[in-house]
């Protein structure tokens, strides 16, 4: 239940108007709670080669969506950079 809120809580705040749920801002914001979940997770599951696999695939995803918005707006893709601090 609590993923499900927290999903909800994540499309809520990068949505550009009500019925937004595919946005890339939305994708690339929920890719990137997955990943960091998914980071924590491997801290204590070092040898689940499985999830491994699928972290790799929704990082490149996330890198894929990104390069799509900052090629159609550089604005867009500028404030969600800079809202899940993806780069440093």
């Given at each position: 239940?609590?993923?499900?809120?927290?999903?909800?809580?994540?499309?809520?705040?990068?949505?550009?108007?009500?019925?937004?749920?595919?946005?890339?801002?939305?994708?690339?914001?929920?890719?990137?709670?997955?990943?960091?979940?998914?980071?924590?997770?491997?801290?204590?599951?070092?040898?689940?080669?499985?999830?491994?696999r699928g972290?790799?695939?929704?990082?490149?995803?996330?890198?894929?969506?990104?390069?799509?918005?900052?090629?159609?707006?550089?604005?867009?893709?500028?404030?969600?950079?800079?809202?899940?601090?993806?780069?440093?």
């Open positions: 239940m609590t993923v499900l809120i927290e999903k909800s809580k994540t499309i809520e705040e990068h949505r550009a108007h009500e019925k937004d749920t595919g946005s890339p801002e939305v994708q690339i914001a929920l890719l990137s709670e997955r990943i960091k979940y998914l980071t924590d997770h491997f801290k204590t599951h070092r040898k689940d080669h499985s999830s491994r972290m790799i695939a929704k990082v490149n995803l996330r890198r894929k969506l990104l390069n799509y918005l900052k090629r159609i707006d550089v604005e867009r893709y500028k404030t969600i950079v800079e809202k899940l601090k993806l780069r440093r």
